[in-house]
């Protein structure tokens, strides 16, 4: 069985499907976003988790389709949701996603045919991208003049330098959870995270703490001062129906 294959066949008959994980204010926990994940269910194998079906489109030169129907799949289902009216829809997108030429005019259709507008969508790249850079920031800038966000995901697990931090074309930052989970028990991180805002204000970008668990991560990172945070213990991954908006007080 050549997974390959699958998952031809799996995009050729729309068989992935996107769940998604709110994205809130600390303080408030206010719905401000939604970060859109890919789930292949596998009539045979179950579910097949991105981590292994990702690298596999990647390789096989799949990954501009697959990146495409989600994305497309993701403004559809995002512009009928009713549930969190400003918020953003935030979606990963491969590296060899954005040395496609074609890549930003595919986005603006994708937009236009769900009718939803440029600021309403953030794409995730993770830091490694950035490697290498001129290509890459090109892309990226076409697409912020457009009013798409941009988002450094999975921020220091990589190697992002300060001089990229302040050249790279973003506008929000996503801690990466092993950070998250290390405050709790190392005071040199939690100070380290306490000084990086700082950093990030200077450059402009909104910080999302990502891999929350528990309320005592929620409120140290309040405390540090971080504005949006991201993980199960504020929403797990799943349908839009299913995340939950505090109403609005009448
Ligand atoms: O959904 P989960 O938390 O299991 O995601 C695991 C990894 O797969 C994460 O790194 C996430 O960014 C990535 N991922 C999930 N959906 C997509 C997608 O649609 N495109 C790409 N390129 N990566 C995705
Ligand atoms: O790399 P990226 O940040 O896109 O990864 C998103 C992945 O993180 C998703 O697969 C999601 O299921 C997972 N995730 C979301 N919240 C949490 C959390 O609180 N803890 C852990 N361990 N994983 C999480
Ligand atoms: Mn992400
Ligand atoms: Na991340």
Known sequence: ????????????????????????????????????????????????????????????????????????????EFAAWAGAPGAYLSVNVSPLQ????????????????????????????????????SEVIGTLTRLRATGVRVAIDDFGTGYASLRYLHRFPADIVKIDRTYVHEIACDPAAMRILGTLWQLFDAVGLTAVAEGIEDEDQATMLIDLGCPLGQGFHLGHPGPLAAILVPSPIR
């Open 98 to 133: 954005l040395v496609d030429p074609q890549f930003p005019g595919q986005v603006a259709a994708a937009l236009a045919d769900a009718g939803l507008h440029p600021r309403r969508l953030v794409l995730e790249v993770t830091e490694n991208v950035l490697a290498d850079e």
């Open 1 to 76: 069985l050549m997974l390959r294959d699958e998952l031809r066949r799996a995009l050729t008959d729309g068989d992935l499907h996107v769940m998604y994980q709110p994205i809130v204010g600390l303080g408030d926990r206010r719905v401000v976003g939604v970060e859109a994940l890919a789930r292949w269910n596998h009539p045979r194998l179950g579910s097949v988790p991105p981590e292994v079906f990702v690298p596999v489109a990647e390789r096989a030169g799949l990954i501009g389709d697959l990146g495409m129907s989600v994305l497309r799949r993701a403004c559809a």
